[in-house]
């Protein structure tokens, strides 16, 4: 799986966007890149993920740079609920685990 | 919405007891993961199954074992319970890779402390 680069933390006021950068150019061409998200003391939440294309689901978008050695999560309204840990992973299925790096700490403020 | 409950979010043993962590999921999930979480080490894998009654170690399955006798049920046996295994335990299940996707969902996870 390609290595990812994350900032440590971010912060964001409440109701702000929240853009979360990526860093990830060893990527090959059949890796996906993933987001996922932990609130303290709770299981990780899958968030989304992409090949190619920008995605959007109910929870965020995902932007991919054309070249696909970035990518950013955007929390388009963030709420205090959205204070986590953000992990980008970048993998393509070969057996079973996931990898978490450091991830973003995203502090949203009032 | 796929859901993966755990039995307990917190559990306290002592040292030497046999621990059940019991981890169900409602999406009939071909894989079911069981990971342990700790600071500064981050999420290790345990065991997997990718079948009923099939299972693979981990990265650090050992003290541990497991159980899979239906599809929705995935066990983590401590054996033999010891300190060192005071940790946040996450279950995870996901569908059969497509095209090199596989998306794992997690459960609430269960704090275990050992004394």
Not at chain 1, 3 to 31: F, V, Y
Not at chain 1, 32 to 38: A, L
Not at chain 2, 22 to 39: G, I, K, L, S, T
């Amino acid at each position: 799986d390609a290595k990812t680069t994350q900032p440590t933390s971010m912060d964001c006021a409440e109701g702000r966007a929240a853009n979360l950068p990526c860093n990830h150019s060893t990527i090959s061409g059949n890796e996906y890149v993933y987001w996922y998200r932990q609130i303290h003391s709770q299981g990780p939440q899958y968030i989304i993920h992409g090949l190619k294309n920008n995605e959007t689901n109910e929870m965020a978008s995902l932007i991919i740079t054309e070249d696909r050695k970035s990518s950013t999560l955007i929390l388009p309204h963030a709420t205090l609920r959205d204070t986590a840990v953000y992990y980008c992973i970048v993998r393509r299925h070969q057996g079973g685990k996931l990898i978490f790096g450091q991830g973003t700490e995203l502090s949203v403020k009032p | 919405d796929v859901k993966v409950t755990q039995s307990s979010r917190y559990l306290v043993k002592r040292t030497g007891e046999k621990v059940f962590l019991e981890c169900v999921q409602d999406m009939d999930h071909e894989n079911m993961f069981w990971y342990r979480q700790d600071p500064g080490l981050g999420l290790r894998l345990i065991y997997f199954s990718y079948d009923v009654k099939m299972k693979e170690k981990g990265d650090i399955p050992e003290g541990y074992s497991v159980s899979r006798e239906k599809k929705e049920r995935f066990s983590l046996i401590l054996e033999s319970a010891s300190t060192n295994q005071t940790s946040m335990y996450l279950c995870a299940s996901s569908p059969p890779p497509m095209g090199g996707q596989e998306t794992q969902y997690f459960g609430p996870g269960t704090r275990l402390l050992v004394l």
